[in-house]
């Protein structure tokens, strides 16, 4: 199964201010991911970026959830991600890239993570996106 390209527009419902006692303002999404092996939410820039290594997309079972793979920046996944953003898909940069106060970004302070409240329960694991044409 192919799965669109997801575009701008189906972001916006995703995006936050960079909020907080030491918050940049600056405009991010937080995107669920299990790349660490266990599940965290990311705060990535809002603005899809050349240089980006996060994929997020909505959940296919639930649009109102984002959620995100972090590629490599190095070595075969970095040229993975090189082809993805040449073929259409929208790739994100952690927003401790561009944060004026990146350093707090080296672990989210619970302040501000999102309420746990204002999400449902996340769906099962998403499938992996499998752009055509890349393997
Ligand atoms: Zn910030």
Redesign the pocket.
Known sequence: MTRARPVAADFELFERI?SGPS????R?MWAKTNASGRTEWL?VDAVPSDRGNVLAYPAPDNPRLLVCDVLATRGPEARRAAGMRADGWLLFTH?RT?????DQ?ARAPKAMRPRPSAFREPPPPAAEPEPEGLF
């Open positions: 960079c918050g940049c303002g600056g991010i705060p927003h561009s944060c004026p106060r990146a970004w």
